[in-house]
């Protein structure tokens, strides 16, 4: 019976089926994007009439098998814009380039950090907060990237 409504409800276009597993499209979920909004300077404003939804499962997560969230302790990465209560979105399925945002352990300790790759293939792992934490962190013992943070987010109430 289940079955019957998961054909029904992929053929209104309220679910799609990936990998298996059926998700909720953003005609079931999606959350009115109503216009843009300016933070600095005008910005043209959208067609007030006219709404697109976003699923934001669907937005913030691209590979749901490999995908988890994380809460963010310490204060490490405040310069890239993600402070202490915030939640990254982490897929363990990417490969990690220079520059990402990465979850790593480093001698058995997970951290959010940087990913640096020099010239010669020479890995660290960098922090975003100039005033406390200026010197990259190479492992002495072991060093393994977890994940790619693919987004960030936080609530304010």
């Known amino acids: 019976m289940v079955y019957f409504y998961y054909q029904k409800w992929t053929k209104l276009g309220l679910l799609e089926k990936k990998e298996n597993r059926y998700f909720a499209t953003d005609n079931l ?16 404003s959208r067609d007030e ?22 809460e963010v302790s310490g204060d ?19 490969t990690a380039r220079d520059g990402d945002v990465v979850v790593a352990t480093i001698d058995g300790a997970f951290t959010l950090k940087y990913l640096s ?24 013992e072991s060093m393994e990237i977890v994940g790619v943070v693919i987004s960030s987010f936080r609530k304010y109430r």
């Open 117 to 140: 790759k020099d010239k010669k293939g020479k890995v660290a792992l960098l922090a975003a907060n100039k005033t406390r934490y200026k010197d990259p962190l190479f492992p002495s």
């Open 76 to 94: 490490s990465m405040m310069d890239a814009g993600i402070t202490p209560g915030d939640k990254v979105v982490v897929d363990r399925s990417l």
């Open 29 to 44: 979920i999606g959350i009115p994007l109503a216009q843009t909004v300016p933070a600095g300077f005008d910005a043209p």
């Open 49 to 70: 009439n006219r709404y697109e939804s976003i699923n934001l499962n669907s937005y913030l997560i691209e590979r749901p098998n490999s995908t988890f969230l994380l």
